[in-house]
Every structure is written in structure tokens, then in C-alpha cells.
């Protein structure tokens, strides 16, 4: 019988991950360019996001073909998404199970982080009909909302995979390496990109309503990425590596971001223009040093070594003899 965390586990991701599935589907519907597809989306849709991006452009807005990111995004963390229903369908461990207590699959992904992950797609879902509807000042307020909640997620799986980190290395290693590379990256991708559109549509609202210049609200955009660039590097180079080390997506979704604002309004020695390059180079640099960095890293200093593994676990997994102490099972002879 499994326990009553697992089963509430398992309620939050179905439910979590048919909220991101309609996410999927809707942003599919969006984007899709098809005469087939068109009657459907004229039901769900008025605009298209890039002619509102048009509408409502300034000198940061991205051009129409990063929005395929979009995209990459769903594709990404749908499959982490089929991966955490998976397994919590998983029956009882062979290895560890002790009573009704399964340790490994449950604590991986609890269920706070499958309710966060929930409220992240519906907001996410409100936020693409608020801005398809030009309710601009609603539209970023879900933002708000996608971005704290893939926060709260990635805050949630970090501290769960560090106090949990070698036991899942030792029983389910396999679950371990979903959460670093499919988990933790896909939701920093989602929070990064989230992040840049909410800036630009701040910036956008000003511009248009609150009568700044399109100049000046693009640039404290500009900085406030570079700000967040450069911070977030050095935390998660010198204070956060305990936690953070094996994502990598903010650093190439903020050069993607910082391309193509590139691409549709480079003006040579601007303010603008010149700390964008910095940032498209500071970011391509960053991630080119930082995979070595990591892989020097794994083997140099291995996360999870001062861990110790709980009793119960310790007497389920095999038992390997001392090479000065003999097997008790072999046989003696005479």
C-alpha cells in the first residue's frame, strides 16, 4: 500500500500535468500557421503574438522567429511533465521498501512542487488570453505569477534533490538526472523567457501609457537583464553551486533573447545597442567556460559525498565485503 504522500503525489501530477498540457495544446494553436489549424484558432485566438508585439513595439521587442523558442519550451518540459506521472505510478522498490514506505520516487518530486508547477500553467493559460485580448496591465500580472511559481519550483526540486541527493545516487539514479538536465533546466528556460517578455511588456506599458520614451524604457530593460546576467553568475558560480550546478538554460535563452533584440533594431554605437552586444557575448561566454567548469567540477569535487544515507537504506542495498575481511558465504576448504 503506498503511503499518503504518494498518493498525493500522484493526484498533483495528473493534475499538474494536464493544466500543462492544455498550455501545450494552446500554444500550439497560437502559433500555428496551417489553413487546417486556422479555424480552430480563430475560436480560441483574435491576434497573433508577434502582430500585438508589433503593435505594441519598442526598441527591445525580439522578432518574430525567437518566438519559436516557445516551442522548444513546451516540447522540453512535456517530457519531464509524462516523466513525473510516470513515476508515480511506479509500484514499491524493489531495492528499498520497508513496510509502505517508498523514499526515492516521492521525495524527488514532492507535492508542493507538482501544485506550484500546476498554478505556473494556469496562470501561463490566463496570461496568453489576457494579452491575445490586449488587456495589457492583466497580462502582466499572470506574468508575475508564471514567473514566482517557477521560482517556488525550482526552489522546491533544489533543496528536495540536495536532501535527498544521495539516496537517489545510490537507488534511482535515473530520477536524479532527470531532475538536473529535463527538471531544473526546463523550468529555469520557462522562468528566463517569462522573465524578458514580463520586462518588455512593463517597458511597453510605459512607453504607450505612462508617455515615457520608447528609448528610455528599453534601456532600464536592457540593464536590468545585464544586472540579473552578472548575478546570477556569480551566485550560481561561488554561493549556489551546492544547488545549482547542473543548470545551464539561462544562459543561452538570454542570449537568444539578447540576439534577436539585436537583430531587429541594431543601431551601431547606441547605448542600447552596445550593452546588448555585451550581453549576447557575456552570455555565449559564460556558457562556453561553464560546461568544462562543470564537468571539472563533477569530478573534482562530487555533490553529496558528506551525505549519509539513511539505516533503513543502508541495510537494503548490498553488502561488499572489506577487501581485508573474507566473504562470510564463501565456502571454506580444508
Known amino acids: 500500500m503506498k503511503s499518503r504522500s504518494a498518493i498525493s503525489a500522484f493526484f498533483a501530477a495528473v493534475i499538474s500535468g494536464l493544466i500543462w498540457i492544455l498550455v501545450a495544446?494552446?500554444?500550439v494553436i497560437e502559433n500555428s500557421g496551417g489553413a487546417w489549424s486556422q479555424d480552430v484558432r480563430n475560436v480560441f485566438f483574435r491576434n497573433r503574438s508577434y502582430s500585438l508585439m508589433r503593435k505594441w513595439m519598442i526598441d527591445v521587442t525580439?522578432?518574430?522567429w525567437s518566438l519559436c523558442i516557445w516551442e522548444f519550451i513546451y516540447t522540453w518540459n512535456t517530457l519531464w511533465v509524462v516523466y513525473c506521472v510516470c513515476i508515480t505510478c511506479r509500484p514499491v522498490s524493489d531495492k528499498i521498501s520497508t513496510g509502505d514506505t517508498v523514499i526515492c520516487s516521492v521525495n524527488a518530486f514532492p507535492p508542493l512542487f507538482h501544485w506550484l508547477w500546476g498554478l505556473c500553467g494556469a496562470s501561463h493559460l490566463a496570461w496568453f488570453f489576457f494579452w491575445d485580448r490586449e488587456i495589457l496591465v492583466g497580462s502582466v500580472f499572470f506574468q508575475v505569477f508564471v514567473v514566482a511559481a517557477c521560482i517556488g519550483c525550482l526552489y522546491v526540486s533544489y533543496t528536495s534533490v540536495d536532501r535527498n541527493g544521495a539516496l537517489l545516487q545510490s537507488c534511482y539514479p535515473w530520477d536524479l538526472w532527470v531532475c538536473r538536465t529535463l527538471v531544473q533546466n526546463g523550468i529555469a528556460m520557462l522562468c528566463t523567457w517569462s522573465a524578458i517578455l514580463f520586462l518588455i511588456n512593463v517597458a511597453s506599458i510605459l512607453t504607450y501609457h505612462g508617455a515615457i520614451p520608447s528609448s528610455v524604457s528599453s534601456l532600464g530593460v536592457i540593464i536590468v537583464i545585464a544586472v540579473t546576467l552578472v548575478s546570477w553568475f556569480i551566485l550560481d558560480t561561488f554561493v549556489l553551486d551546492r544547488w545549482?550546478?547542473?543548470?545551464?538554460a539561462v544562459y543561452p535563452v538570454i542570449g537568444w533573447g539578447s540576439l534577436s533584440m539585436l537583430v531587429q533594431h541594431f543601431q551601431p554605437w547606441t547605448n542600447s545597442t552596445i550593452i546588448t552586444l555585451c550581453i549576447f557575448g557575456?552570455?555565449?561566454?559564460?556558457?562556453i567556460i561553464r560546461v568544462p567548469l562543470v564537468v571539472w567540477k563533477s569530478f573534482s569535487h562530487p555533490l553529496y559525498m558528506s551525505h549519509t544515507l539513511p539505516h533503513v537504506v543502508r541495510q537494503a542495498l548490498p553488502k561488499i565485503p572489506s577487501p581485508n575481511q573474507p566473504d562470510p558465504t564463501a565456502s571454506t576448504v580444508l
Open 25 to 27: 495544446v494552446a500554444g
Open 282 to 287: 557575456l552570455s555565449c561566454l559564460i556558457f
Open 62 to 64: 525580439p522578432t518574430a
Open 244 to 248: 545549482v550546478r547542473y543548470t545551464f
